[in-house]
């Protein structure tokens, strides 16, 4: 290393540096270590000072300018004295370097100079020596501090000492010490282990980067999740999908669940999702769950259930039809009853599947599952063994929205629902409708479906509210004999998303949550043939109560399910929700485990199990979530309990008012009678309307905590 460069790197002076992210800033020289042919330099950076230490190889890298300004060569061999000049005996001790040698060096030629150094300072401050002699000393010895020791062992034999006795003693320099030799720098092995994983972390971003770049080129990249759509397709590839088919066996079960995919709708294909969900068997069905670690690592977390039917969305409507609803429609000629649901999401095609295809308003009702049960039910009853019975189809065609029922056939008349003598359930003025072939049971169902309340969601434009029921009654002789109820559920949607909306959706989430919790739970009991149905629990499940008790009673379950990536998680609650009705385990081959209904304590101490609730579940069982569920229920009891006091009132007013102005227009009455029966009335109408202001004050009450309740739920999402 050539000593003039210390002179251009000294403590304090400013340089660039680079750091181990390639950023190049300025930075302030520490100090030098020549040995090690390294510096130290420190800067500020956050405000506090931080600091490292560089070779000298990558200063001159970075700063090639300090190579450039090195001064000419100032040293000169044989440096002649010059005369008449005064020289000032320095009375202090000339001090050695403190630097030490390089470790390289020659062990004889790092000794002879100390050596030289030393004699230098004895001759000139003990001995006593010649003064152009020790001036001549002086110069070579007083040279800066940035000098190399190179400098000192060329001065250092040139100067002739003279000992004690007066004679001198030339000191020749060793062989090959001359100023052109500079000391080889070696690496340690910790520099050298860490260049090596540089290297190799620098050769793996590489890979990386060609193979991301590679993937990229062979997938869309213009779809905002191209990576987890590699990911699945990679998945699917490992596969041996076996979907079913129209030639497989039918299975009967007195309990059915099976579930539908359908295909991407123009929304999704508009915005690129992608799909989700896999169909690789008839029974299996697997969701892919896009995931992401705190590091930002994407990833797919695979989630497998299993039902008594699975299908893709290459199935159509006649497929599900067979495999579902078909078994169940020689039941009712049996004397049973049967039920068939449509569960999911909402836009997830519970309607056309079950009401058939619709092209705007337009409705081919001859493609869904209403119109293939009904043709299914004209076929068997022109079989000879059931012609010669006289048999009867009517249908009724009703909807429940915000637990009120209204007959769709009778343009939209509202119904009561009330217990009979025998605790049969009635729905009292429900018109039943003749049908004498398929033809007219599609006049009916396009003619209900018209007159179906919907709404719009955050999924659906036309989002149907209400549970639709439409029923196939057989009767014989004008008696009962079976009975046949499709029902289009509304669509689910957990109670936090309906939060911002206004109370009227509020209150139609709420109900329709309610609705499908009480069926969950009457589905079970029939599965677990159970003594008790709770029925009671909605509008939904008291109308078809005699669908849930006896023996030779059957429901299937259909759970419509949206395979996009928006909706993945909505998809995991239809299919968690289809499984508690009819848990099939997915990792056997497998028969109906039995399905034991667990009670509050056993559910309460499913943490201790290792059982863990879901995001879904911790909002249902919120403090904020119970009050609001509790202010609807009381919404809905009061205004019930107004309305039914305003209709008493009204018979009761009606009836007296008729009674005292029939006695007016008597010729001769008595008018002692007339002002006291009608003092009473006025008083007994001031009592009832008094009643009828209480409950209208505890009605705007429930609806203030709703209110809050909705506010509270909205925070604490945000």
């Known amino acids: 290393m050539d000593s003039r460069l210390y002179r251009q790197i000294c403590p304090g002076c400013v340089i660039n540096i680079q750091r181990s992210n390639g950023v190049i800033h300025k930075a302030t020289v520490k100090t030098v270590d020549v040995e090690r042919s390294s510096l130290s330099v420190e800067w500020f950076e956050g405000g506090s000072v931080k600091g490292k230490e560089i070779d000298i190889d990558d200063v001159i890298t970075i700063n090639p300018e300090l190579t450039e300004e090195l001064p000419a060569t100032d040293v000169k061999e044989n440096l002649p004295l010059q005369e008449n000049v005064p020289v000032q005996k320095q009375k202090r001790r000339t001090t050695l370097s403190k630097i030490p040698a390089p470790r390289e060096a020659v062990r004889?030629?790092?000794?002879?100079?100390?050596?030289?150094?030393?004699?230098?300072?004895?001759?000139?401050?003990?001995?006593?020596?010649?003064?152009?002699?020790?001036?001549?000393?002086?110069?070579?010895?007083?040279?800066?501090?940035?000098?190399?020791?190179?400098?000192?062992?060329?001065?250092?034999?040139?100067?002739?000492?003279?000992?004690?006795?007066?004679?001198?003693?030339?000191?020749?320099?060793?062989?090959?010490?001359?100023?052109s030799v500079s000391p080889v720098r070696r690496r340690t092995n910790t520099v050298k282990e860490m260049e090596k994983k540089k290297n190799k972390r620098e050769e793996k971003r590489a890979q990386i980067g060609e193979i991301r770049t590679k993937r990229a080129q062979e997938s869309d990249s213009s779809c905002p999740n191209w990576e987890f759509a590699r990911m699945i397709k990679e998945f699917r590839a490992t596969l041996d999908c076996q979907p079913i088919s129209i030639a497989d066996p039918i299975e009967e079960h007195r309990?059915?669940?099976?579930?539908?995919?359908r295909p991407l709708n123009k929304q999704e294909l508009l915005k690129k999702e992608c799909d989700v969900i896999?169909?690789?068997?008839?029974?299996?069905?697997?969701?892919?769950?896009?995931?992401?670690?705190?590091?930002?690592?994407?990833?797919?977390?695979?989630?497998?259930?299993?039902?008594?039917?699975?299908?893709?969305?290459?199935?159509?409507n006649e497929m599900v039809y067979r495999f579902t609803a078909r078994p169940l429609v020689e039941t009712i000629f049996e004397g049973g009853k049967a039920?068939?649901?449509?569960?999911?999401?909402?836009?997830?095609?519970?309607?056309?599947?079950?009401?058939?295809?619709?092209?705007?308003?337009?409705?081919?009702?001859?493609?869904?599952?209403?119109?293939?049960?009904?043709?299914?039910?004209?076929?068997?009853?022109?079989?000879?063994?059931?012609?010669?019975?006289?048999?009867?189809?009517?249908?009724?065609?009703?909807?429940?929205?915000?637990?009120?029922?209204?007959?769709?056939?009778?343009?939209?008349?509202?119904?009561?629902?009330?217990?009979?003598?025998?605790?049969?359930v009635q729905v009292v003025g429900l018109q039943e409708r003749q049908v004498h072939c398929a033809e007219d049971v599609f006049r009916m169902i396009e003619m209900g479906s018209a007159c179906r309340t919907s709404g719009q969601t955050f999924a659906n434009a036309s989002s149907s509210r209400s549970h639709a029921c439409f029923q196939i009654i057989l009767r014989r002789r004008g008696k009962l004999l079976g009975k046949f109820s499709l029902v289009d559920l509304a669509g689910n949607e957990r109670g936090a998303d309906t939060c911002s909306a206004d109370r009227q959706t509020r209150m139609e989430g709420a109900e329709i949550n309610k609705s499908l919790l009480a069926l969950k739970e009457?589905?079970?009991?029939?599965?677990?043939?159970?003594?008790?149905?709770?029925?009671?629990?909605?509008?939904?499940?008291?109308?078809?109560?005699?669908?849930?008790?006896?023996?030779?009673?059957?429901?299937?379950?259909?759970?419509?399910?949206?395979?996009?990536?928006?909706?993945?998680?909505?998809?995991?609650?239809?299919?968690?929700?289809?499984?508690?009705v009819k848990e099939l385990s997915p990792y056997n081959g497998g028969g109906e485990t039995q399905n034991q209904m667990e009670t509050e304590n056993?559910?309460?101490?499913?943490?201790?199990?290792?059982?863990?609730?879901?995001?879904?579940?911790?909002?249902?069982?919120?403090?904020?979530?119970?009050?609001?569920?509790?202010?609807?229920?009381?919404?809905?009891e009061r205004e019930e309990k107004v309305v039914?006091?305003?209709?008493?009132?009204?018979?009761?007013?009606?009836?007296?008012?008729?009674?005292?102005?029939?006695?007016?227009?008597?010729?001769?009455?008595?008018?002692?009678?007339?002002?006291?029966?009608?003092?009473?009335?006025?008083?007994?109408?001031?009592?009832?309307?008094?009643s009828v202001r209480e409950t209208l004050d505890a009605l705007g009450d429930a609806m203030q905590l709703e209110e809050q309740a909705s506010k509270q739920i909205s925070q604490q999402r945000r």
């Open 108 to 179: 004889g030629r790092s000794r002879m100079t100390v050596i030289s150094e030393s004699q230098c300072s004895l001759q000139e401050n003990v001995m006593g020596v010649d003064p152009c002699t020790s001036t001549q000393t002086r110069k070579n010895l007083s040279a800066p501090a940035g000098r190399t020791r190179t400098s000192r062992l060329i001065c250092a034999p040139e100067a002739s000492l003279t000992n004690v006795n007066g004679s001198t003693e030339d000191h020749v320099p060793a062989a090959g010490m001359s100023s």
């Open 522 to 580: 009457c589905i079970r009991a029939l599965g677990q043939n159970k003594s008790h149905t709770p029925f009671r629990e909605s509008k939904l499940t008291q109308v078809l109560r005699d669908s849930f008790i006896g023996t030779n009673s059957r429901t299937c379950m259909i759970a419509m399910i949206s395979p996009g990536m928006s909706s993945c998680e909505y998809t995991l609650n239809t299919l968690r929700y289809a499984d508690r």
């Open 255 to 261: 309990i059915c669940v099976c579930v539908r995919k």
């Open 278 to 316: 896999t169909v690789p068997s008839k029974c299996v069905l697997l969701v892919h769950e896009p995931k992401q670690k705190v590091d930002l690592t994407k990833y797919l977390e695979t989630q497998a259930f299993r039902f008594d039917f699975s299908f893709d969305e290459s199935s159509s």
């Open 644 to 690: 039914e006091q305003l209709r008493e009132l009204r018979q009761r007013m009606l009836t007296e008012l008729d009674y005292l102005l029939g006695i007016t227009e008597q010729p001769a009455y008595d008018l002692e009678t007339f002002v006291s029966r009608a003092k009473h009335f006025a008083e007994e109408s001031l009592r009832n309307f008094r």
């Open 339 to 424: 039920t068939c649901f449509a569960y999911g999401q909402t836009g997830s095609g519970k309607t056309h599947t079950m009401g058939g295809d619709f092209s705007g308003k337009a409705q081919n009702a001859s493609k869904g599952i209403y119109a293939f049960a009904s043709q299914d039910v004209f076929l068997l009853l022109n079989q000879p063994r059931y012609r010669s019975q006289n048999l009867e189809v009517y249908v009724t065609f009703f909807e429940i929205y915000n637990g009120k029922v209204f007959d769709l056939l009778n343009k939209k008349a509202k119904l009561r629902v009330l217990e009979d003598g025998k605790q049969q």
């Open 602 to 636: 056993e559910e309460t101490s499913g943490e201790g199990s290792g059982h863990s609730l879901s995001k879904d579940e911790e909002e249902e069982i919120s403090p904020h979530m119970f009050n609001l569920r509790e202010a609807m229920t009381q919404i809905t």
